[in-house]
């Protein structure tokens, strides 16, 4: 089991990101919001809120799309993927917990194109833990910070909607 090692203040972060996004989606027409499950569905949920923008508010599993499903498997907390809006022509604010390696953000845009053509796309990701093995970078982050092959970060939240981001040891490698 991960242990804990290392605490940061999501709920701080989450306001660092929010002023970010709300600075650059002030006067974008046609603005929309998709969360990956389960972390970044959780922060498109509560920018989708603070934005005004809950009706244009979608979550995508991006579990098929990943290329290392094959070598993985399929994980056993897969959800629906819900985009009730038109993407053609949208900008497309794209939020995840934790950006790594960049892995699923390139799986989570092949999902967004199978539902159409958005104008934009911008990410945003409450941390940003390095680790690039593909040429992603956020838009918008709550924090940068480097870390241990074997450590990665966690987002949970709790019944009440509070936000926590924990640096946990583990000894398998991290495919985020």
Partial sequence: MPTTNHDFDAEA??????????????DVPDAAIVGIHSGGAW????LATDLDLKGRLGFIDVSFYRDDYAKKGL?????????????????ILLV???LHTGRTTRAAIN???DYGRPACIRL??????GGRELPVAPDFVGVRTT?????QLALARSETGQ????IEEDNADSAK
């Avoid at 870390?147 to 450590?151: D, G, S, V, Y």
């Fill in 124 to 129: 945003a990701a409450l941390a940003d833990r």
């Fill in 13 to 26: 972060l989450y306001r660092v990101l929010l002023e970010q996004v709300r600075a650059a989606f002030a």
């Fill in 43 to 46: 922060l498109a949920e509560r």
């Fill in 75 to 91: 994980h056993p907390d897969v959800k629906p993927t819900h985009i009730g809006f038109n993407v053609d022509g949208a900008t």
């Fill in 163 to 166: 936000l926590t981001l924990t």
């Fill in 111 to 113: 999902v967004l194109f």
């Fill in 96 to 98: 995840d917990d934790v």
């Fill in 147 to 151: 870390l241990e092959r074997h450590q």
